[in-house]
């Protein structure tokens, strides 16, 4: 049975804040952990599946509703 994926809420913060609480949890997790990241900052759009593909992560699922944009990362 999988398992709820994680939520990392980093709305209302600012760029590089975002990727770096992200980057700080998926270094805590093992692979194929799911990290659900919640931001606000436009630059997160770019940024973190960028950042993802940099390293080794899968950014699996991207969408925004409301201003609030909401990734899916799969720990590589």
């Given at each position: 049975?999988?398992t ?19 980057e ?6 093992p ?7 919640l ?17 080794g992560?899968?950014?699996?699922t ?15």
């Amino acid at each position: 049975m999988a398992t709820e994926p994680e939520i990392l809420d980093a709305r209302g913060l600012k760029c590089p804040l975002p990727v770096l609480k992200m980057e700080k949890r998926l270094a805590q997790v093992p692979a194929g952990h799911r990290l659900v990241v919640l931001a606000t900052d436009p630059m997160a759009k770019i940024d973190i599946p960028l950042h993802c593909k940099q390293n080794g992560h899968d950014c699996a699922t991207a969408s925004e509703e409301r201003d609030v944009m909401r990734f899916e990362i799969v720990k590589g």
